[in-house]
């Protein structure tokens, strides 16, 4: 009996040498969430709700859901924590970290679970 466990594990040992190992996502630094993000709109979806935002270069962003709510804000990086941290009337300053996806695009980290995102080039709403 301790002979068929000490195989067993060994064989499962073995083969877990041979499984493909997934890529984690990998954190953005605050130079490379500036340079994605500004002057640019992102379209995803946070929580199951759609939106789009547009990032100025000046720090103003532009929320919009997809019900065509808008709301005016402002965005900053953080280069100490490489947090991007966003800024709306209802919630202050809020850091967020971004993460690349082993599938190369971008995402939110949202708790836990990633929030995936689209970038578009150029101001993409009104």
């Known amino acids: 009996m301790h002979r068929r466990l000490v195989l067993g594990v060994l064989s499962a040992g073995l083969l877990a040498l041979g499984w493909p190992v997934t890529a984690q996502p990998a954190q953005m630094t605050a130079a490379e969430i500036s340079a994605l993000l500004s002057g640019n709109t992102i379209v995803g979806s946070w929580s199951g709700t759609d939106y789009q935002q547009y990032f100025a270069a000046d720090g103003s962003t532009v929320y919009m859901l997809g019900d065509g709510r808008r709301d005016d804000g402002q965005w900053r990086v953080n280069a100490e924590t490489n947090d991007y941290e966003s800024w709306w009337r209802s ?10 996806t082993e599938a190369g695009s971008y995402a939110w980290i949202n708790g836990d679970r990633l929030e995936p995102f689209e970038v578009l080039s150029g101001r993409q709403i009104e």
């Open 91 to 100: 919630t202050g300053w809020t850091p967020y970290a971004m993460v690349r």
